[in-house]
Nanobody
């Protein structure tokens, strides 16, 4: 089972990026999925999560109104649209899958993790 993130890169402040997380080896259409990030010298933190159906989402306060999480179960893929990027959004972004249905912000509820993709925002 693999979760593979893509779409990271270097972007100027105020720019946008769209991250993708493609799952292989099994379907995650019955699992809530989430995005976390870990900045330099920081702990991994919750960014956004989406329920199994896509009907419910959850965002960290720091990204509300700025990031949008979505999923396409037919493609077994989750997305994170990031707009108006700031220097403090620089981090490695990780995709993860829970065992449940609801978009939990709790890291310990995620049991499959991707390898991460680097997002660097420059001034």
């Amino acid at each position: 089972v693999q979760l593979v993130e893509s779409g990271g890169g270097l972007v100027q402040a105020g720019g946008s990026l769209r991250l993708s997380c493609a799952a292989s080896g099994r379907t995650f259409s019955s699992n809530a999925m989430g995005w976390f990030r870990q900045g330099p010298g920081k702990e991994r933190e919750f960014v956004a999560a989406i329920s199994w159906s896509g009907g419910s989402t959850n965002y960290a306060d720091s990204v509300k109104g700025q990031f949008t999480i979505s999923r396409d179960n037919a493609k077994n893929t989750v997305y994170l649209q990031m707009n108006s990027l700031k220097l403090e959004d620089t981090a490695v972004y990780y995709c993860a899958a829970t065992r449940g249905l609801r978009p939990t912000p709790h890291l310990y509820e995620y049991y499959y993790w991707g390898q991460g993709t680097q997002v660097t925002v420059s001034s």
